[in-house]
């Protein structure tokens, strides 16, 4: 059993340490860390170092702005419970470009505090979390000296940019990364702010599709009729890699996805997910999508195709009569187990190459991307977890699936033979990558007491592996 005055007095020192905290959390936030923009580069490398000073403050140990060939991981330690599990803890410090910059109330790094919310780039993903990691290190280290289990923590830089140079970086580091499970805090909680454990993740493939037709734009009367327009091919080309029915046409494209269970559809309709509600809060018309699945199995569960930008031509006010010379898309599918990014990728430029118009040349590049994960659930650090979230916010948490991507995990697993456990603690509809991005204060707050919590009831497990 957790140390009951142990929790006394670090309850008081974090309620001691409150306007410090908030302070320390905004210092953080003030940091423009962009990872893809190049011209922030130095900005992501000051966030680096901010994060590693506040973790050599706070007691950890062999604290260290790695290299990585990109943006650096932050490494920090503290490995004194000896014969104790260890517990690898990963989180972002860089965070989403912030346009467009008139959509949002106040400055994105020029955090406040509105409603019970911080509102700033990153505030929630993944900065907030990453903060209440080094929170609950300070808090843990100033009232008891000691952890309960080995920590060791890596904060990466370049998550946002689709984490290229981690691979490599867990690799080289094997050694010193040993650990008996990870735990991933750069996920949410459910609708209706309940506390959740994630159980899987999509993985991601994107490209750019260029179509080009010629140098230099064309007048649209001296050759419009006789040459191919690129940007009508590219609309061609898109419009067939996904009918009206929702279901994405590369051939095999479907040919790797484990269909979910009839206990699985069944777990994802019990949860309490109220569809209008969600579509209300989404600010959406109407939600729609594949035949034949529910909005929290085509959100979570099912693989996508989507555009997510598209350009070429004239984009002024008013009219002007040519041929573009060129035409582009960004194209991304979202992926599910066990489909591969490399493979998905072949598949779309063996499809684009046979529909492609003629009188085009046609390329994809690959843009990178990641694979799907799914963890388990009856781990006895994903239990420690559940315990800690119901002892803290009051309710005991649901297991979900998310839609989004978290490079890494599938990484932890292939790489350091790590378990993965995704506690993370950012409430729905945050406006992550969105204007406005904000973190409830509570969530924050009891995402510093659950962590705690974990370790104590990781600690007070019997013994690695076991409870
Ligand atoms: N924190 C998100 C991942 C996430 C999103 C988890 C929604 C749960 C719900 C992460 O920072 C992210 O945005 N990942 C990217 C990955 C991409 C750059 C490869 C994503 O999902 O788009
Ligand atoms: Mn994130
Ligand atoms: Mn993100």
Redesign the pocket.
Known sequence: MPDTTATTTLEQHLDETHEARLGSYKDFLRVPSISTLPQHAPDVRRAAEWLAETLTGAGLEHVEVAETGGHPVVYADWLHAEGAPTVLIYG?YDVQPVDPLDLWTSPPFEPVVEDGRMLARGAA??KGQVHAHAMAAQAILATRGAYPINVKYVFEGE????SVHLDEWLAANKDRLTADAAIIS???FFEGNLPAI?VS?RG?M?SQIDVVLSPVDLHSGGFGGAVQNPANALAQIIAAVKGPDGRIRIPGFYDAVVPLTEEERAALAALPFDEEAYRVATGVSALIGEVGYTPLERRATRPTLDVNGIWGGFQEEGAKTIIPAHAHAKVSCRLVAAQDPDDIFQKLCAFVAEIAPPGVDVTVQDL???RPTLTPVDHPVTRAAARALEATFGQAPVYIR??????VAASFESILGLPVVLL?FSPPHDN??APDEWMALDNYEGAIRAIVRTFDEIGAADGAGAD
């Open positions: 972002h993903d993944d998550e946002e940019s689709s750069d996920t949410g994630t993740l991601m994107y990178g991307g990641g998310e839609g989004g991507s978290i490079p993370g992550a990558h």
